[in-house]
């Protein structure tokens, strides 16, 4: 079965700096990626997704993201961090069984310090 | 595009009482999933709805029903509540045309005292 893990739980960063949220995955074959996003007590909005193609793939708010098969990891970056970047970061995977059945890490806080 | 509708935003419950939670799937989507997220947790799977029928299902007790509507809109309903069951419930849609990007409702959160 896909899991996904994301590293870290809690991340600081000073508001201007640049931002990268890990997480790897475990699949057999190339999976469907996402990043989503969530403010407290939201729901979650999609940052960007990858389906195949070019591997650094485009999101809202600035966001992008690397596939790197060999390390079976995509991870988020951003280049300059605002104070509205604050809430908590989710990667998921979706095998390419056509039901859009999501798997989730447990998700990054992301802090943004002034 | 209204999105993705649920209802309500919050519910408290007791202990062993019945519940049900609504979901619209934004417009031209066929397909509603349900998510339990616990509190400091990631999202995780329930069940899909297809169709009217039960396509998956996450590692989830029988006390997790569901129920599809001809024009897509969704119910979960969960019995025997158990304090463990308190968590914001989410309802995410998709297009089987559109492959597998599904889009989230605000969720609903359920209290149970």
């Known amino acids: 079965a896909q899991s996904v893990t994301q590293p870290d739980i809690h991340i600081t960063v000073s508001e201007g700096a640049s931002l990268e949220l890990r997480c790897n995955y475990s699949?057999?074959?190339?999976?469907?990626l996402f990043w989503y996003v969530q403010s407290p007590g939201q729901g979650l909005q999609l940052l960007l997704k990858?389906?195949?193609?070019?591997?650094l793939v485009q999101g809202i708010k600035g966001f992008e993201a690397e596939f790197k098969r060999s390390q079976s990891s995509f991870n988020l970056r951003k280049p300059s961090v605002h104070w509205s970047d604050a809430a908590e970061y989710f990667c998921?995977?979706?095998?390419?069984?056509?039901?859009?059945?999501?798997?989730f890490g447990k998700g990054t806080m992301l802090l943004v310090s002034p | 595009d209204a999105g993705v509708t649920q209802s309500p935003t919050h519910l408290i419950k007791t202990r062993g009482q019945q519940v049900t939670l609504r979901c619209s799937p934004k417009?031209?989507?066929?397909?509603v999933s349900w998510y339990q997220q616990a509190l400091g947790q990631g999202p995780q799977f329930i069940f899909q709805?297809?169709?009217?029928?039960?396509?998956q299902r996450g590692n989830f007790p029988d006390r997790f029903s569901g129920h599809q509507f001809p024009n897509y809109s969704s119910e979960l309903n969960v019995n025997a509540l158990l304090l463990g069951d308190s968590a914001l419930y989410l309802c995410?849609?998709?297009?089987?045309?559109?492959?597998?990007?599904?889009?989230f409702g605000q969720g609903t959160r359920l209290t149970v005292v």
């Open positions: 998921a995977v979706v095998t390419h069984s056509g039901y859009s059945t999501l798997t």
């Open positions: 995410a849609s998709s297009s089987t045309d559109r492959g597998a990007e599904a889009f």
């Open positions: 709805y297809y169709e009217e029928e039960e396509r």
């Open positions: 417009s031209g989507h066929d397909t």
């Open positions: 990858y389906f195949s193609g070019d591997t």
């Open positions: 699949y057999g074959a190339t999976p469907y």
